[in-house]
């Protein structure tokens, strides 16, 4: 299993369209990916459990991923993040 915490950067934080496209991504990889929001962990293939966790801007994100393709997974989701969901602010 690889982790690592990650800073919500973008000004809308995880709203639906940033959550579809985590989950989409989330869904290429074979193994689990999760985030947990101070406790409240979430599947990150599954959009109804990342938008509960409710994460805005500035909010601190713990991403694990466990499985095959492990660190290809955290790195393309971090890059994700890092590039603020693609999103024009």
């Given at each position: 299993m690889v982790?690592?915490?990650i800073l919500i950067i973008n000004r809308l934080?995880?709203?639906a369209r940033a959550a579809a496209q985590l989950v989409r991504?989330?869904?290429e990889y074979p193994c689990e990916i999760r985030l947990d929001n101070a406790g409240q962990v979430s599947d990150a293939k599954s959009v109804m459990q990342v938008l509960m966790l409710?994460?805005?801007e500035g909010t601190t994100l713990k991403i694990s991923?466990?499985?095959d393709k492990e660190d290809d997974?955290?790195?393309a989701?971090?890059?994700l993040f890092a590039a603020r969901f693609n999103e024009l602010e």
């Open positions: 982790s690592q915490d934080g995880l709203h991504m989330a869904n409710g994460a805005t991923a466990d499985g997974a955290l790195e989701v971090i890059g």
